[in-house]
């Protein structure tokens, strides 16, 4: 165990002699978890293999699944990748910073480690005042994952990384909680046309509107586990975003949903088991359960998004024994909010029909 060091900072104006001590960790080969605008992620200096190497232990995460490697100025990029696709070029003039992450063919400056032996590397420019000065201060582009422990929810708040890391990393950068709370798509620029490989902050119809069409990997989606060798980005083989109670989660038209989720909550009980429904705003009175929490109105995907991972991580405090969640429409923000849904209920997915 070590004693892990919290810095409160502001998330607009982050004090620059806390970057400084943060930054200076980074450059020991320290691990420091910091704020971005999707969630928390746990950094390291992504040229230093040791150092990566102790994130992937820190998080107990598995070896073949690399970290996002996170730049503070658009010509870091260059000396991380091979070349930059033109179309790759034109999302990073529109999107960075933002929560985009480019799939591109790496340089041989990058450990191994750090791309888990692949031939390519995830790179993205975050939009948070605290993440931007801690790696323009660090000097060095910075690998960070979500700074959770692998499998868990994604940390949207300082408190997340601490119930999971706490003792196992060197600090954390407070700046309360994040603004998007899924995190960023990962769009494979090695490919043509390129693929989502994980739906997130940015939507593929905005991807679509400056690039043109788009494929997505049938992972991204998620709607069932696929066999292992199709899983082209290492994390998608992985469990993920998972609470500690079992989770269902209920799709289809709203009133089936809700008349299914009722029908559901009703058989739990029944064999005396505690029950959650994670609900919308619009539903969220309809359910008799033991634990009913609403993600938000099902018109404000932002603010769904943005509870999702919090809410999943409120339910182990309530200690049910299953959650049943409803499913969201797919458009927009809608995929990424269903892809970790789905993935949280290790598939379990129900369909409801009227
Ligand atoms: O919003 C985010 O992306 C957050 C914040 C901290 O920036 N980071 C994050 O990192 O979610 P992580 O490590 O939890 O997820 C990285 C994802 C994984 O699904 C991983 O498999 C994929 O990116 N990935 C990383 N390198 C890749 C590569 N070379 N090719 C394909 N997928 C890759
Ligand atoms: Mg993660």
Same mark, same amino acid.
Request: charged letters at 25%; aromatic letters at 4%; hydrophobic letters at 45%.
């Given at each position: 165990?070590?004693?892990?060091?919290?810095?409160?900072?502001?998330?607009?104006?982050?004090?620059?002699?806390?970057?400084?001590?943060?930054a200076?960790?980074?450059?020991?080969?320290?691990?420091?978890?910091?704020?971005?605008?999707?969630?928390?992620?746990?950094?390291?200096?992504?040229?230093?293999?040791?150092?990566?190497l102790?994130?992937?232990?820190?998080?107990?995460?598995?070896?073949?699944?690399?970290?996002?490697?996170?730049?503070?100025?658009?010509?870091?990029?260059?000396?991380?990748?091979?070349?930059?696709?033109?179309?790759?070029?034109?999302?990073?003039?529109?999107?960075?910073?933002?929560?985009?992450?480019?799939?591109?063919?790496?340089?041989?400056?990058?450990?191994?480690?750090t791309?888990?032996?692949?031939?390519?590397?995830?790179?993205?420019?975050?939009?948070?005042?605290?993440?931007?000065?801690?790696?323009?201060?660090?000097?060095?582009?910075?690998?960070?994952?979500?700074?959770?422990?692998?499998?868990?929810?994604?940390?949207?708040?300082?408190?997340?990384v601490?119930? =999971?890391?706490?003792?196992?990393?060197?600090?954390?950068?407070?700046a309360?909680?994040?603004?998007?709370?899924?995190?960023?798509?990962?769009?494979?620029?090695?490919v043509?046309?390129?693929?989502?490989?994980?739906?997130?902050?940015?939507?593929?119809?905005a991807?679509?509107?400056?690039?043109?069409?788009?494929?997505?990997?049938?992972?991204?989606?998620?709607?069932?586990?696929?066999?292992?060798?199709?899983?082209?980005?290492?994390?998608m083989?992985?469990?993920?975003?998972?609470?500690?109670?079992?989770?269902?989660?209920?799709?289809?038209?709203?009133s089936?949903?809700?008349?299914?989720?009722?029908?559901?909550?009703?058989?739990?009980?029944?064999?005396?088991?505690?029950?959650?429904?994670?609900?919308? =705003?619009?539903t969220?009175?309809?359910?008799?359960?033991?634990?009913?929490?609403?993600?938000?109105?099902?018109?404000?995907?932002?603010?769904?998004?943005?509870?999702?991972?919090?809410?999943?991580?409120?339910?182990?405090?309530?200690?049910?024994?299953?959650?049943?969640?409803?499913?969201?429409?797919?458009?927009?923000?809608?995929?990424a909010?269903?892809?970790?849904?789905?993935?949280?209920?290790?598939?379990?997915?129900?369909?409801?029909?009227?």
């Amino acid at each position: 165990m070590k004693k892990t060091l919290v810095f409160k900072v502001s998330p607009k104006n982050p004090d620059v002699k806390i970057i400084r001590e943060a930054a200076d960790i980074i450059r020991k080969g320290g691990l420091v978890a910091f704020p971005t605008e999707t969630v928390y992620g746990l950094g390291a200096d992504a040229l230093n293999a040791e150092a990566v190497l102790a994130l992937f232990k820190a998080k107990r995460r598995p070896l073949d699944n690399p970290p996002i490697v996170h730049v503070g100025r658009f010509e870091d990029v260059y000396k991380l990748v091979r070349e930059i696709p033109a179309k790759a070029d034109i999302l990073m003039k529109t999107f960075w910073p933002g929560p985009l992450t480019l799939v591109f063919k790496r340089s041989s400056i990058v450990p191994n480690v750090t791309v888990a032996g692949l031939d390519t590397i995830a790179v993205r420019m975050p939009k948070h005042n605290v993440a931007l000065a801690l790696i323009r201060e660090s000097g060095c582009p910075i690998a960070a994952p979500s700074a959770n422990l692998a499998g868990r929810p994604s940390p949207t708040a300082a408190e997340h990384v601490l119930e =999971d890391l706490d003792g196992r990393i060197d600090a954390v950068l407070d700046a309360g909680p994040t603004r998007i709370g899924v995190e960023s798509t990962v769009l494979d620029m090695t490919v043509h046309p390129p693929q989502i490989l994980r739906p997130g902050g940015t939507p593929l119809e905005a991807l679509e509107g400056i690039v043109g069409k788009v494929e997505l990997h049938p992972v991204a989606v998620a709607e069932k586990r696929l066999p292992v060798e199709r899983a082209r980005s290492p994390g998608m083989k992985h469990r993920h975003y998972a609470p500690k109670a079992k989770l269902i989660v209920v799709e289809g038209e709203l009133s089936a949903v809700v008349k299914k989720i009722t029908e559901l909550v009703k058989r739990y009980r029944e064999q005396n088991m505690k029950v959650g429904v994670l609900a919308t =705003d619009e539903t969220a009175n309809l359910y008799g359960a033991d634990v009913v929490k609403s993600l938000g109105s099902r018109s404000h995907l932002d603010v769904v998004a943005r509870n999702l991972f919090r809410l999943l991580r409120e339910f182990d405090v309530e200690g049910v024994n299953i959650i049943i969640a409803e499913g969201v429409p797919t458009q927009g923000l809608g995929l990424a909010i269903m892809n970790r849904l789905r993935k949280a209920s290790g598939y379990r997915i129900v369909k409801a029909r009227i």
